[in-house]
C-alpha cells in the first residue's frame, strides 16, 4: 500500500488555541505529521489531545491558529470546495426521513449527479457496505452497526480522495466493532481511499492502521509515531500474530511514557479538566 | 451481516403496528365515553338545581304522567342558560325562523362560508410565518429585532384590531380572512423557527463537508427536519384560523358565516336559547374538522418517513 508514495496531506508547525487571551487552551502544538497516498493512519491519544481537532481540521471544519495545512497541494479549505473529503462521526447523522439509499445519495444529490449516475453509485455502496438489500428501508429501522455503515457507504458515494473517519465505532459493542475492523479493512483494499481514523482503541488502531501516530494531551502533541507492518491483507488471524502484540504493546507503552509523571496532577491539569467538562 | 439483522428490522416493524392499531380503538372509546359523561353531567347538574319538568303523555300504550321538581335551585342551570341536551339536538332539525329552512341547513352553510375565510386566513397566516420562520434562522439580527414584535402582535387583543380590519379593507370576506390570517400566523412562525433550529450541528457539519449553498441546508436539512414541528403548529394555527375568522365576521356586517349566527342567535336568546348553542357546537365541529384535515395532510407528508412522534 505505500508504493504509491505521494503525500496527500502535509500537516507543517500547527497549532490551535481555543478561548480568548488570559483563558486560553492550548489544543494542539507544533504538530508535523505528512500522511501518503493510500495509508491507513490511526490517530491516538488520552481525552483532550486534540486528535479530533487534528482531523477536523484536515477536514477544514476549523481553522489551525497556527502553521498549514495542505491537502493535494492545496489548502483545506480549497480541498473541502473541491469535495475531496469524505467523513464519518461517531454518530451516523442519517436522515430519517430518507431512505438508506436516499441516504448515500444525499452528497450527489448536492453535488449535481444525475440520477441514473446516483442510482447506479448508491447501488454499488450498498452493496460495497452489504447492505445492497436495505436500499428501501429507513435508517430507525437499522442497527446501530448498520447505521455506521450506511454512513460509510455515504462517504464513500462521491469517491473522495481522503476519508476521515472521527471515532465511528466508539458507539458500538465489542462484537460488532471487530466486524466493523475487518469490513473497513475490506473496503479500504477495495477502494484504495487513504483513511485517517481517530479512536480510543489501541487494538483497533494497530488492527487497522499502517501507522498509528500515538497522541500526548496538555498541550497536544504528536510523541510517536509506530509502523504497524503486519502483512496484508488484515484478517481475523491477523490479532492472533505475536506481531500484533507486540505492537500493541509499542503504542501502549508510548501512550504510558505521556500520562503525567508523577502521577500528581499540577494546577493547569486540573483547570484542563474543567475546561474539557465545560466543552 | 446482513442475516441477523433482518429479525431486528421484521420486529421494529411489528413492533409499530400493533400499538397504532390499539390506540385507535382506545381513542374513540376515550372519546365516546367523554361525551357521554359530559351529557351525564349536564343533565345530571340539571336534574339538581334546574328548572322543574313533567313528562306526560302516552309511551307504548302506558299513560305516564311524570314530574320532577330539583332540590335544588342554580342560576347556571336553568332552561334559559343551559338548556336540555335533547332541546338542543331537537333545535338542528328544526326551522331557524319560521317557514324558513331549518337550522342544521342555516348552520352548515354558515360553516362552510366561515370555512373558506378561514383557510384563505390559515393559507396566508402560514405562508407568513414560515417566511418569518426562515428569515429568522438565516439572520440572528432579524430574529432579535423582529421577535419582540411578533410576540406583541399576539398580546393585543383581537378584537381590538378587529374592527380596524373591517374598516380599512372593503371587501368583507378577505377582512376577515386578515383577521385569521394575524391569528395564524404566530404559531407557524414559531413552530418552523423550533423546527428550522432542531437540525443535527453534525449534519449541518456533514453538509459544510460536502461544501453545500446555505439554500441546500435549507431544502435538504432544515426544512426537512422541521416538518414535525411545522406541521405540529399548522394544527394549532388551524383552529385559531377558525376562532379568528369567527371575531373577525362579528363587526364585519356580512350575513354569512358562524359569527353572523351567533349575533342574531344571541339577540332573541330569551326565545332560543338552544339554537346558539347549536352554533357553538357547529362552530367546535368547523374547528375539528379543519384540524383533522391538517392532520390528514401531515399523515400524507410524513407517513412512513419520520420515527413516529407522538404530540
Not at chain 1, 45 to 61: A, Q, V, Y
Not at chain 2, 112 to 127: N, R, S
Not at chain 2, 167 to 180: H, M, N, T
Not at chain 2, 267 to 285: D, R
Request: hydrophobic share 45%; proline share 6%.
Amino acid at each position: 500500500m505505500t508504493s504509491d508514495a505521494s503525500p496527500v496531506v502535509e500537516i507543517r508547525g500547527v497549532g490551535k488555541e481555543f478561548g480568548e487571551a488570559g483563558d486560553r487552551l492550548i489544543a494542539l502544538q507544533d504538530i508535523d505529521l505528512t500522511i501518503l497516498a493510500g495509508e491507513f493512519v490511526s490517530l491516538i491519544g488520552p481525552s483532550g489531545c486534540g486528535k479530533s481537532t487534528l482531523l477536523r481540521l484536515i477536514g477544514d471544519l476549523t481553522s489551525p491558529t497556527s502553521g498549514t495545512v495542505t491537502v493535494n497541494g492545496r489548502s483545506a479549505r480549497q480541498a473541502r470546495l473541491g469535495r475531496e473529503y469524505g467523513m464519518v462521526f461517531q454518530a451516523p447523522v442519517l436522515m430519517d426521513w430518507r431512505t438508506v439509499q436516499k441516504n448515500v445519495e444525499l452528497p450527489l444529490e448536492v453535488m449535481g449527479y444525475d440520477r441514473a449516475q446516483r442510482q447506479a453509485r448508491s447501488k454499488a455502496m450498498l452493496e460495497l457496505v452489504e447492505l445492497g438489500d436495505f436500499g428501501q428501508t429507513h435508517p430507525w429501522q437499522l442497527s446501530g452497526g448498520m447505521q455506521q455503515r450506511v454512513a460509510i457507504a455515504r462517504a464513500l458515494a462521491f469517491d473522495p480522495k481522503l476519508l476521515l473517519m472521527d471515532e465511528p465505532f466508539g458507539a458500538l459493542d465489542e462484537m460488532t466493532r471487530e466486524r466493523m475492523n475487518l469490513e473497513l479493512m475490506r473496503i479500504w483494499r477495495q477502494t484504495g481511499t487513504t483513511i485517517i481514523f481517530v479512536t480510543h482503541s489501541i487494538p483497533e488502531a494497530v488492527f487497522l492502521s499502517t501507522r498509528v501516530v500515538v497522541m500526548s494531551a496538555r498541550p497536544g502533541q504528536i510523541s510517536r509515531i509506530v509502523d504497524i507492518d503486519l502483512p496484508q491483507p488484515r484478517t481475523v488471524e491477523t490479532r492472533e500474530q505475536e506481531r500484533y502484540f507486540e505492537h500493541v504493546t509499542t503504542v501502549r507503552e508510548a501512550l504510558r511514557r505521556h500520562e503525567g509523571g508523577d502521577g500528581r496532577p499540577d494546577d493547569s491539569e486540573i483547570l484542563q479538566i474543567r475546561a474539557e467538562g465545560l466543552a | 451481516m446482513a442475516i441477523p439483522a433482518a429479525p431486528t428490522l421484521a420486529l421494529s416493524n411489528a413492533g409499530r403496528a400493533s400499538p397504532t392499531a390499539l390506540s385507535r380503538r382506545a381513542r374513540i372509546l376515550a372519546i365516546l365515553g367523554l361525551f357521554i359523561g359530559l351529557l351525564v353531567v349536564w343533565e345530571g347538574a340539571k336534574w339538581l338545581g334546574g328548572d322543574p319538568w313533567r313528562l306526560h303523555g302516552v309511551v307504548l300504550g302506558v299513560p305516564i304522567d311524570y314530574e320532577h321538581f330539583p332540590p335544588l335551585k342554580w342560576r347556571i342551570t336553568t332552561d334559559l342558560a343551559l338548556p336540555h341536551v335533547w332541546e338542543i339536538a331537537g333545535a338542528f332539525v328544526q326551522p331557524a325562523q319560521r317557514n324558513g329552512p331549518l337550522l342544521i341547513q342555516v348552520l352548515l352553510g354558515n360553516a362552510v362560508f366561515t370555512f373558506g375565510e378561514a383557510l384563505v386566513g390559515f393559507a396566508i397566516g402560514a405562508t407568513l410565518g414560515l417566511i418569518l420562520g426562515i428569515a429568522f434562522t438565516q439572520s440572528r439580527t432579524a430574529e432579535r429585532a423582529f421577535v419582540p414584535y411578533v410576540v406583541a402582535s399576539q398580546t393585543v387583543p383581537i378584537v381590538a384590531i378587529a374592527p380596524l380590519v373591517v374598516i380599512f379593507l372593503p371587501v368583507g370576506w378577505l377582512a376577515v380572512a386578515i383577521i385569521a390570517a394575524y391569528l395564524t400566523f404566530f404559531p407557524v412562525t414559531m413552530g418552523a423557527l423550533r423546527g428550522l433550529r432542531s437540525a443535527d450541528p453534525r449534519a449541518v457539519e456533514l453538509m459544510r463537508s460536502y461544501a453545500v449553498s446555505p439554500r441546500q441546508i435549507l431544502w435538504k436539512l432544515r426544512l426537512p427536519s422541521a416538518l414535525p414541528y411545522l406541521f405540529a403548529s399548522l394544527r394549532i394555527a388551524a383552529s385559531a384560523s377558525v376562532v379568528g375568522a369567527i371575531i373577525g365576521e362579528l363587526p364585519s356586517g356580512i350575513p354569512y358565516g358562524l359569527g353572523s349566527s351567533i349575533l342574531n342567535f344571541k339577540q332573541y336568546y330569551v326565545s332560543g336559547p338552544s339554537k346558539l348553542w347549536a352554533t357553538i357546537i357547529v362552530a367546535a365541529m368547523l374547528g375539528l374538522v379543519f384540524v383533522g384535515l391538517v392532520r390528514a395532510v401531515e399523515a400524507l407528508v410524513t407517513r412512513g418517513r419520520y420515527r413516529r412522534i407522538e404530540t
